[in-house]
Nanobody, 118 residues
């Protein structure tokens, strides 16, 4: 059974930092591109960052460029999202996933909550 489990969220003041982790089980993450998404209350889920399977082809949504960094450790079967200079508008539940989605893929993990206070 495939699982992607996010962790590392929490409450942080504006300007602070958090490092999110996403550990895979039942799947070898190294064979896939990976991504981070977020969903704020009342808003649609949005793609925040993505990375190709080779660790290249990295892309970020404009609102996080220069502040967030996606990385991976294939030996640990884990993907990370380093978030610096956090803003209240970064408050959301954060999810990792494969990128792009394989045909018919519908899995989402439990996510991890990030709350940034002003």
């Amino acid at each position: 059974q495939v699982q992607l489990v996010e962790s590392g969220g929490g409450l942080v003041q504006s300007g602070g930092s958090l490092r999110l982790s996403c550990k895979g089980s039942g799947i070898v993450i190294g064979g896939y591109g990976m991504s981070w998404h977020r969903q704020a209350p009342g808003k649609e889920r949005e793609l925040v960052a993505s990375m190709g399977s080779a660790g290249t082809d990295i892309d970020y949504t404009d609102s996080v460029k220069g502040r967030f960094t996606i990385s991976r450790d294939n030996a640990k079967n884990t993907v990370y999202l380093q978030m610096n200079s956090l803003k209240p508008e970064d408050t959301a539940s954060y999810y990792c996933n494969l990128h792009p989605f394989p045909y018919g893929w519908a899995y989402w993990g439990p996510g991890t909550q990030v709350t940034v206070s002003s």
